[in-house]
């Protein structure tokens, strides 16, 4: 931002799941792009798909919502902390044998590593976080290229996006909450499921509605949680 001021850029690219919900006032978010690939993925050391792990099996992650998707799926597994860029991950993962690791499946594509990938979580189970595989395009609300910028914004995804930042919102949720969601547009409508770590005790819910009510409906949403 202090670039766009500055004049020393035109636009900064940012993951959404990283962008705050009100942006400085002489800023905008001009495009959220076509989406990358929303799922998390598992990363196995030895070849072992997910579904075949060893009991107690060490698995890597420090997002307690991947950790709390893992305990739904497997109670057995010995979830472990892990932190870095993707290459400093696996080489922890082998130099302290564990398991396997679980990343987003858009960063590893990013980095043309998809060989690497053992299995694809199914994301209407394990539920991605908010903006997950978006990218957000930020600029001065007058910037002198924002007409074009403006050109790569996908309207589909922007209504997802926001339907997922508007249920996040109403939760208070950040990097430090169990909070997860996928959403997915068909024809005039928008369908969620939610996930939601409420006193010790996650609940899930999902919603149906128009597309067009999409801040709505990530409200509502957030409300069906709220209530158990």
Known sequence: EYALL?????????????VPFELPKDFELVAIPERDDIRDVFVSSN??????LKEGAIIGTSSIRRAAMLRELRKDLNIVPIRGNVQTRLERMKKENMDGIILAAAGIKRLNLEDIITDYFDPKIFLPAIGQGALGIEALK????????????????????????????????????????????????????????????IVKKDILGNKDTNIELGLKLAEKILKG
Do not use: P, Q, W
């Open 47 to 52: 070849g072992v798909h997910f579904e075949d």
């Open 6 to 18: 500055n004049k020393e850029a035109h636009a900064a690219v940012h993951s959404m799941k990283d």
């Open 142 to 201: 007058d910037g002198e290229y924002n007409m074009y910028l403006k050109g790569l914004d996908n309207k589909e995804v922007r209504t997802s996006v926001e339907a997922e930042r508007s249920f996040m919102r109403r939760l208070n949720g950040g990097c430090h909450s169990v909070i997860g969601v996928y959403s997915e547009i068909k024809g005039n409508d928008l369908y969620m499921i939610g996930t939601f770590d409420l006193g010790g005790k």
